[in-house]
């Protein structure tokens, strides 16, 4: 039963219908699967095979753009029960994450953010397409313990080592971490950029954002 559900969620996603998306979301939470579980293994390879059709000329961005709106559709449901899954009693750290400058994908950022919302984190989300400078009076004014900074284009990595260069720059990179993520990202990229951290996913980016702070 809620195989076919999952089934018809990846569908959903894959044919980009957000009405759908989102009511198939809510019956496979209601049929008792594992929410991280759903993320993992049914939302993020379904959008994995909307980038394959796309490299394939199968897909064309209006492709891209009702699948990506059909994956949020069902994140509305399914990010409240991540949440719901945990019990946290102290925050483990305040978290600045964004996707960098000139990148507008948002939903690898966005899971990351729900995912350390729901481990507890003090999480300040600022979106997409984030100035440099944005990040660095961010991380300031709230102190952060962690930037986390997104990225999903080869065009767009490079300010991701922006952004650790201006943090560096406003005297701030001695108590802020920076963790980089995004399809292009890699641990070596990160060692050349001078990141601390890289995460493939957003499972591991908690686990690894946890070391970062030492809660582990
Ligand atoms: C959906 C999508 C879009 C949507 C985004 C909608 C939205 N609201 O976000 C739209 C249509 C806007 C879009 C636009 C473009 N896209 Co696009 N897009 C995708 C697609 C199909 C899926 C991305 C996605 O959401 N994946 C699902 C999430 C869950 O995975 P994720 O983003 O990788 O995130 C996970 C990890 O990377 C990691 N992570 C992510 N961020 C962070 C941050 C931190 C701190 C950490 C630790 C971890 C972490 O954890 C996440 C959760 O597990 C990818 C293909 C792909 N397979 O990646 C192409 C892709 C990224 N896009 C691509 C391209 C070329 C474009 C365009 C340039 C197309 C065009 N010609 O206009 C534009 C660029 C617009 C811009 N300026 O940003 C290329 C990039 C090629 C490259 N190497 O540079 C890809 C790879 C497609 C392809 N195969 O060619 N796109």
Known sequence: MSDQHLQILSQSVIDGDPGQARQVAAQVLASGVDPLQVVEETLSPAMDEVGLRYEEGDYFIPDLVMSGEAMKAAMTVIGPALAAHQEVRSSPGTVV????????HEIGKSLVATMLEAAGFQVHDLGVDVPVETFVAKAQEVDADVVGL???LTTTMRNQQEVIKALAEAGLRERVKVIVGGAPASPEWAAR?????YAENASEAVQAIRELVGAD
């Open 150 to 152: 997104s990225a999903l």
């Open 97 to 104: 994450i964004g996707t960098v400058q000139g990148d507008i």
């Open 193 to 197: 950029i001078g990141a601390d951290g």
